[in-house]
């Protein structure tokens, strides 16, 4: 196993049950970590199962980090079992509807901003005080770049979130040791979903409105492409790493030059 960025570090990963969650902890695992993955999903055993197969150090701990007391409890137990908590990615969120802003409904906006805000405020808010003990950390969020995007409006607004909290920690908490950064990804290829973003089945109109959101990131992209999940795991790692030891407070598009 190569071990060099994160040799013995202890790293947290949410939302590590499948895409850019799990791409960013089989990367990372070969780069020497100690990895806690975090996921609601029950299918997150099975992938901690074949890291420690490999040799890995890990634990699967199953929360739902829309809830903070869960959130706590999780982090609490990642300090119990490894003794710090190094490096968190904050990586829970994503859209669960597309379609224009008038045509959701309350709830569905209140449920877009309890997914793609609050895990990464309640993470952050978990992992600080074991940092502060300590007297060091990382924390990597993921955004987004649709921050500016057609049909999202709900998600945009909590991945505007994800940004503002990210420059204001990072701001907060410089003197003490930590740093935090987010990256902002663009649109993404990942295998199929284990679980559904929502339980509804889509219409004609709603894949219309699906398909204006993939039309407008590809013509946003510079690249006229999405990105990979490994493309978008490098990032995150290396805001992670001692390389970017010298940036903090930055949000990172990933995004094929689509700023956001």
Not at 105 to 122: C, D, G, K, V, Y
Not at 202 to 217: C, F, H, R
Request: aromatic share 6%; charged share 20%; net charge negative.
């Amino acid at each position: 196993m190569q071990q060099s960025r994160f040799h013995r570090q202890v790293m947290v990963i949410t939302g590590a049950a499948q895409g850019i969650g799990k791409a960013v902890a089989e990367r990372a695992a070969q780069e020497g970590a100690r990895l806690a993955l975090i996921d609601r999903a029950p299918y997150l055993t099975e992938i901690a199962a074949a890291l420690s197969e490999r040799g890995v150090e890990v634990i699967a701990l199953q929360a739902d980090l829309e809830r903070w007391e869960e959130t706590r409890d999780a982090l609490d137990r990642v300090k119990q079992h490894f003794g710090s908590v190094d490096i968190l990615v904050n990586n829970v969120g994503g859209t669960i509807w597309a379609r224009p802003f008038a045509e959701y409904e309350p709830q569905q906006i209140e449920a877009e901003i309890q997914r793609s805000l609050f895990p990464t405020l309640w993470g952050c808010r978990a992992a600080l005080p074991h940092m502060l003990e300590q007297g060091h950390g990382v924390i990597v969020n993921v955004s987004s770049v649709a921050t500016r995007g057609v049909n999202r409006v709900p998600y945009s607004a909590a991945k505007g979130g994800v940004n503002a909290l990210t420059q204001s920690l990072a701001f907060e908490y410089a003197g003490s040791g930590i740093r935090i950064n987010a990256t902002a990804p663009g649109g993404t290829e990942a295998p199929p979903r284990l679980t559904p973003r929502n339980n509804e089945s889509s219409t004609p109109q709603e894949k219309a409105w699906y398909q204006q959101v993939v039309d407008q990131t590809l013509d946003s992209s510079l690249m006229h492409r999405y990105g990979s999940v490994n493309e978008q795991a490098a990032a995150i790692l290396f805001l992670a790493s001692d390389e970017a030891g010298y940036i903090n407070g930055t949000v990172l598009p990933v995004a094929g030059g689509d700023l956001g």
